[in-house]
């Protein structure tokens, strides 16, 4: 993943492009999900929904590590120009969807073996609006949802709400390398 000071990074800035929903830089979290899926490689993920991605650092992942699919959705459409530099720069593509939570439809979901998200649920007025997303991708038939968040008090009331619903794991996780990360991922099996 690019950092501020890549080179291509700083041309997408001088050519205006600004995320404004905090999409504006590789969130650790992302390293969380990135190496949850490594040690524990999905079943299904030919098709996959990366929602909230930002600069998109675990759909790109999937896309190189698992040879998937990848719809890259985020909020915010500045934070596309950063994500295609750093999906040029690893040789993949992912196709973008501007979009909020609550607009993804459950025919939408429908199309996905796998959602991932990272630090998506940051604000009291988020929790809402990731359940019942996560709910509509639970009707939708999604294979395996995976949420990673620095275990903010937002994240984890969501999460203790897909707990006591979709018998959901809460997984507390470390990284140490390439960058150091501790959090937490929200891990639904629908199967």
Not at 10 to 20: A, D, F, H, I
Request: net charge neutral.
């Amino acid at each position: 993943m690019p950092t501020a000071s890549h080179p291509d990074i700083r041309r997408v800035k001088r050519e205006g492009n600004y995320p404004s929903i905090h999409g504006n830089k590789l969130w650790k979290s992302s390293c969380l999900l990135m190496d949850y899926l490594k040690q524990n490689p999905p079943e299904q993920a030919k098709t996959v929904i990366d929602v909230g991605c930002g600069w998109g650092a675990s759909g790109i992942w999937c896309a190189k590590k698992l040879g998937s699919q990848v719809t890259s959705v985020d909020a915010d459409p500045d934070v596309f120009p950063f994500l295609e530099v750093a999906a040029d720069l690893n040789d993949v593509s992912t196709t973008a969807l501007v979009s909020r939570f609550e607009k993804l439809t459950t025919r939408q979901l429908s199309r996905f073996d796998m959602l991932i998200a990272a630090d998506i649920c940051f604000w009291d007025e988020l929790v809402d609006p990731v359940y019942n997303m996560v709910n509509r991708a639970v009707r939708a038939g999604v294979k395996q949802i995976i949420i990673a968040d620095p275990e903010r008090p937002t994240f984890h009331e969501m999460a203790a709400r897909c707990v006591e619903r979709h018998c959901a794991d809460v997984i507390e996780w470390e990284t140490r390398s390439p960058i150091k990360a501790r959090g937490a991922l929200l891990v639904i099996q629908n199967a």
